[in-house]
């Protein structure tokens, strides 16, 4: 599958940004995916990630009650709602996808699939 990631820009801290990533290639709608982010300096980390069975979702602590993770098969994408944006979420954000019938963590290890990432800038 290859996957595209868009929706990145400058915000202002307290505003929202919605990323999108599109994917093709392969059936979507059987790929848990996920959403990294890496900040300047530092490395990449785990932010949320969507089960294809169920519809679980479950996200890093930092952005609990902040950030969504939603997807529409349909249109073979999963975004990334984020809204009270703080500075320190300032980050390149990649999606990822592990292999098809395995189950997305918290490990980037675990992702076969990257796309090929997009900048969100929170200013103070």
């Known amino acids: 599958v290859q996957l595209q990631a868009s929706g990145g820009g400058l915000v202002q801290a307290g505003g929202s940004l919605r990323l999108s990533c599109a994917a093709s290639?392969?059936?979507?709608?059987?790929?848990?995916m996920g959403w990294f982010r890496q900040a300047p300096g530092k490395e990449r980390e785990f932010v949320a990630a969507?089960?294809?069975?169920?519809?679980?979702?479950y996200y890093t602590d930092s952005v609990k009650g902040r950030f969504t993770i939603s997807r529409d098969n349909a249109k073979n994408t999963v975004y990334l709602q984020m809204n009270s944006l703080k500075p320190e979420d300032t980050a390149v954000y990649y999606c990822?996808?592990?292999?098809?019938?395995?189950?997305?963590?918290?490990?980037?290890?675990?992702?076969?699939?990257w796309g090929q990432g997009t900048l969100v800038t929170v200013s103070s």
């Open positions: 990822a996808a592990p292999q098809p019938g395995s189950i997305a963590t918290s490990r980037e290890d675990e992702y076969d699939y």
């Open positions: 290639g392969q059936t979507f709608s059987i790929y848990d």
């Open positions: 969507s089960m294809w069975s169920g519809g679980n979702t």
